[in-house]
């Protein structure tokens, strides 16, 4: 089964301290992983995705087969950064696809 | 930019009253989703929809149904409403290519 894991409910950071959301996850095909982000009052939207391998509001997320993970990482924490962040597993089923998401996290940064 | 609009922001419904929740998108995307999203649970999948008149159900479908009459029409149905699904209700569209998600504002129902 297709499972997302985010083990962190809650995370809290100072404003310039390097930051590491984590997500773990377990699919028997070929994973695609996304992070979303949803700031305060505001729709989810994706930060991430890694396919692309890009570099969003400085945030970077490796897939590590190797450990299931795609942790989302930024050195220099914003106070704007702060938001729910949820990692999602992209799957097939029947024929069809959706996205398992994890629990989420919610990063706090601190001035 | 993609457009998906929830016709409620704010719902407050009694026990038993039959909800409905509306969604629509304007990007032709062929997968329309509706989940729920609960504090420390994150965001559950209730059912799915990937062509007209097609649905799946999701990881938590029991006391919901779906109509999805119109590409760009996806209804969420409870039949008879419980306290339990007091939530914030998204709908969700996605692009087949790259599966990428878009995602309305939101539906905060009450249940009383």
């Known amino acids: 089964a297709q499972r997302v894991t985010q083990p962190e409910k809650l995370l809290s950071v100072f404003k310039g301290a390097p930051v590491e959301l984590k997500c773990n996850y377990s699919?028997?095909?070929?994973?695609?992983l996304f992070w979303y982000v949803q700031y305060s009052r505001q729709r989810l939207q994706l930060l991430l995705r890694?396919?692309s391998r890009e570099s969003i509001k400085g945030f970077t997320a490796d897939l590590n087969k190797g450990e299931t993970s795609f942790h989302l990482k930024k050195p220099f924490a914003q106070e704007e950064d702060s938001a729910m962040y949820y990692c999602a597993l992209r799957s097939s089923q029947g024929g069809s696809e959706k996205l398992v998401f994890g629990k989420g996290t919610k990063l706090t940064v601190n001035p | 930019d993609v457009k998906v609009t929830q016709s409620s922001r704010y719902l407050v419904k009694r026990t038993g009253e039959k909800v409905f929740l509306e969604c629509v998108q304007d990007?032709?995307?062929?997968?329309m989703f509706w989940y729920r999203q609960d504090p420390g649970l994150g965001l559950r999948l209730i059912y799915f929809s990937y062509d007209v008149k097609m649905k799946e159900k999701g990881d938590i479908p029991e006391g919901y149904s779906v109509s999805r009459e119109k590409k760009e029409r996806f209804s969420l149905i409870l039949e008879s409403a419980s306290t339990n699904q007091t939530s914030m209700y998204l709908c969700?569209?996605?692009?087949?290519?790259?599966?990428?998600?878009?995602f309305g504002e939101g539906s905060r129902l009450t249940v009383l």
């Open positions: 699919y028997s095909g070929s994973p695609e």
């Open positions: 990007m032709d995307h062929e997968n």
């Open positions: 890694h396919i």
């Open positions: 969700v569209t996605g692009e087949t290519n790259t599966g990428e998600l878009f």
